[in-house]
């Protein structure tokens, strides 16, 4: 079936440090792939997305290009901000192996911290 | 504003108690589905729908019913919650087959924290 892998967390950052969340995937056909970040005490809001291969999703700063060579999503950032503190989920849309269930399948999460 | 509203936020309960969480949505999405967060685990979907009066199971549906009598409304019941039902539950919704299922997002609530003693 469809997985996502993602870093194992937490990450530690200090403020206007570069960020690179790495995120695979496995699944057959061609899925939407989709970060959604989860702030303290909140629901999942949707980060960013990309539906085809080299597209390239963007987001308040931060960026993911959906590279089907190397099954990839990875998420980066130039300058992270405290606000930036959260969990980060890399998830994938597969409607070809999924039938009718539109689900998300969902890497474990990164928690990120960034120090001022 | 489009959203997606789950209530109560928070619920701590007994074990047999029954229970139901409350999960609507006002933009007219098709499908609509049920998750749990736990540490390690990530989100596992536990039942979802596809339109009114469709429902299936998702990947851990044991302990758990829903209903979807109208397009907005899908809510989460737990019949008897035991103690290995404490966990974070997510409602989520988005188009279905027809209006742009497949690159669409799901749009989250903002989750129910349930603790079952």
């Known amino acids: 079936g469809d997985s996502v892998t993602q870093m194992e967390g937490p990450v530690t950052l200090s403020e206007e440090a570069f960020l690179t969340i790495n995120c695979t995937y496995t699944?057959?056909?061609?899925?939407?792939l989709f970060w959604y970040v989860q702030y303290p005490g909140e629901g999942l809001q949707l980060l960013l997305k990309?539906?085809?291969?080299?597209d390239k999703g963007s987001n308040k700063g931060f960026e993911a290009t959906y590279r089907k060579e190397t099954t990839s999503f990875h998420l980066e950032k130039g300058s992270v901000q405290v606000s930036d503190s959260a969990v980060y989920f890399c998830?994938?849309?597969?409607?070809?192996?999924?039938?009718?269930?539109?689900?998300?399948?969902f890497g474990k999460g990164t928690l990120l911290t960034v120090n001022p | 504003e489009a959203q997606v509203t789950q209530n109560p936020r928070y619920l701590i309960t007994v074990t047999g108690k029954k229970l139901t969480v409350t999960c609507s949505q006002n933009?007219?999405?098709?499908?609509m589905s049920w998750y749990r967060q736990d540490p390690g685990l990530g989100l596992r979907q536990i039942y979802y729908?596809?339109?009114?009066?469709?429902?299936d199971k998702g990947d851990v549906p044991e302990g758990y019913k829903v209903s979807r009598k109208e397009k907005r409304n899908f809510p989460l019941i737990l019949e008897s919650p035991s103690p290995n039902q404490t966990s974070l539950y997510f409602c989520?919704?988005?188009?279905?087959?027809?209006?742009?299922?497949?690159?669409?997002?799901?749009?989250f609530g903002n989750g129910t924290r349930l603790t079952v003693t």
């Open positions: 989520a919704s988005s188009p279905g087959v027809g209006q742009g299922a497949a690159n669409s997002p799901l749009h």
């Open positions: 699944a057959t056909g061609y899925p939407s």
């Open positions: 990309a539906t085809k291969a080299d």
């Open positions: 998830a994938l849309k597969n409607v070809r192996s999924g039938g009718s269930n539109y689900k998300l399948t």
């Open positions: 933009m007219n999405h098709e499908y």
């Open positions: 729908s596809m339109n009114v009066e469709v429902t």
